[in-house]
């Protein structure tokens, strides 16, 4: 089993190696929320993500012997690209084998911290299986990112900075994946304060450990921007961990993760991939039980796609009613398009996107499809902008 002593050795052991990350107070998200938010910026480290404290701790435990060997690992991303870097600065060979949905951001980082990159499989499983049967046949030192004693120390050392930071800490809310990070913080936070609440936040598709605590069978599966927490096996010792420490795991919606993005990003200034997100979602998607409560949350992670992060924000404005679409049926004559145009700017709209269709939707030649895309301030907004339009067109909301 994880220690208080073995986390406090790991932390020794990895300073100077691993950035120390602020804890900052987001006091836009905290107004939003109504909770006392703290974020520990882990998507600072060289790597942008926590996955370096484990895999630092994991590495300077080798052998010479191992050294000598090298190092595999499998993971969708941030697990990779810390051990490809630990293994680097220690002058280790390192060989990772990543799934083939793994984004090219990640993909791309870890060959960029020397290791060899082996994509294969759909889903963790699967290539773990295939970096097991390469460690067997080559003689590798397999280092797990979850499932491993040492590797959980080492990730408990974020706690112990959380708890010096912070003393009067009312919860510590964790993204939970494979469960090395959310046991190895709970071993020592609760050593080093019993009153803290621990919880862990995984997303609907990959409810691994909420199903497990609950004595349910374990059914994931599925497609999720959380990608780094999407875990099928989770692992056994952290399983073991938080049973012993009656951890609840709480279980978020898809699109509180996608909403914990956007705000992370307009209100906090952050950029966060949806693993590292997903702290302040369970905040989003439970407000009553966090309100008026000093709570940490690590941003875990910050290797999040250009074009999904991209997309998400798009996503998350039309959501708000900032962007807005809709469909016209218009007459098919002279001015109208610069009648809409100045309908909506007079009430302060901003077009964005045009789509004129004559030939194929209409029902008669008389007349035309109009798509059109705006921007509003708001949802009110917007709804004043599209009843301008409904006084004189038939307008429908996409």
Request: proline residues 4%; negative net charge.
């Amino acid at each position: 089993m994880v220690t208080l002593a073995d986390i406090e050795a790991a932390a020794g052991r990895i300073a100077g190696a691993v950035l120390r990350t602020p804890l900052v107070r987001a006091d836009a998200l905290s107004r939003a929320t109504g909770a006392d938010i703290h974020l520990k910026l882990e998507n600072l480290q060289a790597t942008g993500a926590f996955k370096e404290r484990g895999a630092a701790n994991r590495i300077a435990l080798l052998t010479e012997a191992e050294r000598k060997s090298g190092v595999i690992a499998m993971s969708a991303g941030n697990h990779a690209q810390a051990v490809a870097r630990h293994a680097q600065l220690a002058g280790i060979r390192a060989t990772i084998v990543m799934p083939r949905f793994t984004p090219t951001t990640k993909v791309t980082r870890t060959r960029a911290w020397g290791a060899q990159v082996v994509l294969h499989g759909e889903t963790l499983a699967e290539a773990a299986a295939h970096a097991h049967e390469l460690a067997a046949r080559e003689g590798l030192v397999f280092v797990h990112p979850y499932d491993d004693a040492d590797v959980i120390a080492g990730q408990g050392t974020l706690a112990l900075e959380v708890i010096h930071d912070l003393p009067d800490l009312d919860a510590l809310v964790i993204p939970t994946g494979g469960g090395g990070f959310i046991s190895g913080c709970a071993v020592a936070a609760r050593a080093l304060r019993p009153g803290v609440e621990i919880l862990g936040v995984e997303v609907e598709s990959y409810a691994g450990f909420a199903q497990a605590l609950a004595g349910q069978e374990v059914k994931v599966g599925g497609a999720t921007i959380a990608e780094g927490i999407a875990v099928r096996d989770i692992g056994q010792l952290p399983l073991a961990l938080l049973k012993e420490r009656e951890v609840e795991v709480l279980v978020v919606p898809e699109a509180a993760v996608e909403q914990a993005i956007a705000m992370l990003a307009e209100s906090g200034k952050i950029v966060a991939e949806g693993a590292g997100a997903a702290a302040l979602a369970a905040v989003l998607t439970f407000p009553q039980r966090f309100a008026g409560r000093r709570l940490a949350l690590p941003i875990c992670g910050g290797n999040i796609d250009t074009r999904v992060l991209a997309n998400t924000l798009l996503r998350n404005l039309m959501r708000d009613g900032r962007i807005v679409k809709v469909l016209m049926e218009i007459p098919d004559r002279p001015g109208v398009l610069a009648d809409i145009a100045a309908r909506i700017g007079d009430q302060g709209g901003n077009i964005i996107e045009v789509v004129h269709q004559r030939q194929f939707a209409s029902p008669t030649v008389q007349a035309a499809h109009l798509e059109v895309m705006f921007e509003a301030r708001d949802a009110a907004h917007g709804r004043s902008i599209t009843e301008a339009l409904e006084a004189a067109y038939t307008v429908r909301r996409l």
